[in-house]
């Protein structure tokens, strides 16, 4: 890690929700299986993003999310949940779990390759990559909560500029 620089996002509008359905589809969740899946994305709501890189976040954060509810060893069903809207010139992309959370030993390097692993033999590198995926498209990934009862995510796209 560090040695290799991601390539820079090829940018395109396209629909979010068949997106999110494929990061579903890809980690085995569907709305039958005990970690169930839930999309709150509109049918066309778009986004102005590089949808290879995308998926890569997403998939980062929701495989996370299926680890973290799969280790509690609950009895019940678990829940991840992806829900999106526009806000003015930028989309809103928000991933909730009913994990355990993060513990406050995590957080302060959460996003810091090495460092920020929750899982026993974790590396961080998940989240590291993902949060330089968004940054690359001029956005921001953050941790918006996270003790309790799951954690929630949240990353803002913006649209490019006029130029761009």
Do not use: C, W
Request: net charge neutral; aromatic share 4%; no cysteine.
């Amino acid at each position: 890690f560090g040695r290799v620089e991601e390539a820079a996002p090829r940018r395109e509008k396209f629909q979010l929700r068949p997106l999110a359905e494929e990061v579903g589809d890809g980690l085995g969740l569907s709305p039958t299986t005990r970690v169930v899946i839930v999309i709150g994305i509109e049918h066309d709501l778009l986004i102005d993003a590089d949808r290879d890189q995308l998926y890569r976040v997403l998939s980062n954060l929701a495989r996370n999310s299926l680890q973290a509810i799969e280790a509690q060893r609950a009895e019940g069903p678990g829940t991840i949940s992806i829900a999106a809207r526009r806000h003015m010139n930028t989309t809103l992309i928000r991933l909730t779990d009913t994990g355990p959370g993060v513990p406050e030993r995590a957080r302060a390097h959460l996003f810091q390759a090495f460092q920020g692993s929750v899982r026993k033999g974790g590396t961080g590198l998940g989240l590291t990559i993902a949060r330089e995926l968004v940054v690359a498209h001029g956005g921001e990934l953050r941790l918006a909560e996270g003790t309790g009862s799951g954690a929630v995510f949240e990353i803002e796209i913006p649209d490019r500029g006029p130029t761009q």
